[in-house]
């Protein structure tokens, strides 16, 4: 079935130091790609997303390419902050079940 | 942000007593979800609703049942509250459905079985 996997953490990073999250995912059909943010406390937020192959979703200084060749979305911030500190979800919009399908999360830790 | 209400925010129980976790929602969107989180293994889906009693079962349903009487209220009862049902449980809205479109969550109800 359809599935989606990331680098496990946590990653540690000094500020303003590039970031990069891995995700792959299997899937059958032409699934939606979804990276989501959970701050400390709070409940899961949308960051971006991406539908078809080459699409890039951006936000906040975050971007993410939907490759099908490779079947990766992986996350990427050229200068991170303390204030991005949180934990990011990989998921996958199955166009199979029309469920959304979440990776186990990646937590970032942004030291001064 | 979007409205929703889980309630409650906090409950400790001991083993085998039912529960009833409650999301309500101003949004009048049509899709609603019960999500669980763990350590390790990310958000995990209970169950869905695609509308007013219309629900649907998740990967991991066993223990768990939910009904939607109305569009803006979802509930989720652990019918004998189990020590491996302790987690955190989000429940989440959609206007079009999770796969296409953005999941609006709420803030989470921490649930600890004695």
């Known amino acids: 079935g359809d599935s989606v996997t990331q680098m496990e953490g946590p990653v540690t990073l000094s500020e303003e130091a590039f970031l990069t999250i891995n995700c792959t995912y299997t899937?059958?059909?032409?699934?939606?790609l979804f990276w989501y943010v959970q701050y400390p406390g709070e409940g899961l937020q949308l960051l971006l997303k991406?539908?078809?192959?080459?699409d890039k979703g951006s936000n906040k200084g975050f971007e993410a390419t939907y490759r099908k060749e490779t079947t990766s979305f992986h996350l990427e911030k050229g200068s991170v902050q303390v204030s991005d500190s949180a934990v990011y979800f990989c998921?996958?919009?199955?166009?199979?079940?029309?469920?959304?399908?979440f990776g186990q999360g990646t937590t970032l830790q942004v030291k001064p | 942000d979007a409205g929703i209400t889980q309630s409650p925010r906090h409950k400790v129980t001991e083993t085998g007593t039912p529960v009833t976790l409650r999301c309500h929602q101003t949004?009048?969107?049509?899709?609603m979800y019960w999500y669980r989180q763990d350590p390790g293994h990310g958000l995990r889906l209970i169950h869905y609703?695609?509308?007013?009693?219309?629900?649907d079962k998740g990967e991991v349903s066993d223990g768990y049942s939910v009904s939607r009487s109305k569009t803006e209220d979802f509930l989720l009862t652990l019918e004998s509250a189990t020590s491996s049902q302790t987690s955190v449980y989000f429940c989440?809205?959609?206007?079009?459905?999770?796969?296409?479109?953005?999941?609006?969550f709420g803030e989470g109800s921490r649930l600890t079985v004695l």
């Open positions: 609703s695609y509308g007013v009693k219309d629900t």
């Open positions: 991406a539908t078809k192959a080459d």
């Open positions: 989440a809205i959609s206007s079009s459905g999770g796969n296409t479109g953005e999941l609006f």
């Open positions: 899937a059958t059909g032409y699934p939606s």
């Open positions: 998921a996958l919009g199955s166009s199979n079940t029309g469920k959304l399908i």
């Open positions: 949004e009048n969107h049509r899709y």
